[in-house]
């Protein structure tokens, strides 16, 4: 029989024997909703501290081990109290859900707005948050490469957007294949 046999058995019969009692003794402790999780992460310290558990009477530092766990938890859980009390002092930032609200041009916010979402992220990137393309890389999970490509790609998309907007230059007159056309 290999060790790793040997332990698997092992916490598998400790298991069974604490399992009852570790989880009357999470219930009186914490919300019904929270035993189970608190369970599995109190069986999995004992997975990884197996060698440390004794073999005579082991459900008292199990026990401990759930104690800890309990504590972590509440902890935890005040912690996140104390945060959702500072963020709800902070004045609410104001979220700009369509792109285009966040710019002035409105030519450049419609030709962004014509753009495939992803070429809109890579170009906020790299013009709002000023990345360079081994940052964007990085923030996308990919490589400096790709996002140069892409990046190249994304601008000249918008450039062509943009050109395809622009309305004919103050004082010109238009030709007259122009003016045939248009009658």
Avoid at 91 to 120: F, T, W, Y
Wanted: glycine share 2%; net charge neutral; with cysteine.
């Amino acid at each position: 029989m290999s060790s790793g046999t040997e332990r698997r058995d092992r916490f598998e019969s400790l298991a069974a024997e604490v399992y009852e009692p570790l989880q009357r003794y999470l219930r009186r402790r914490v919300a019904t909703d929270d035993v189970a999780d608190l369970l599995n992460e109190t069986l999995t310290v004992i997975w990884r501290r197996l060698d440390d558990v004794p073999t005579e009477a082991p459900l008292a530092w199990c026990y401990a081990v759930a104690r800890r766990v309990v504590s972590n938890h509440r902890r935890s859980a005040q912690r996140r109290i104390r945060l959702i009390g500072r963020l709800e002092a902070e004045p609410a930032p104001h979220v700009i859900l369509d792109p285009a609200e966040a710019l002035s041009d409105p030519e450049l916010a419609a030709a962004l707005v014509e753009l495939s979402p992803a070429d809109q992220e890579i170009l906020r990137l790299w013009a709002w948050e000023q990345l360079e393309p081994r940052e964007i890389a990085q923030a996308l999970g990919s490589t400096p490469n790709a996002v140069s490509l892409r990046l190249g790609r994304a601008r000249k998309k918008l450039a062509d957007a943009l050109s395809r907007q622009d309305p004919p230059a103050a004082g010109h007159k238009p030709d007259r294949h122009t003016e045939e056309h248009q009658r």
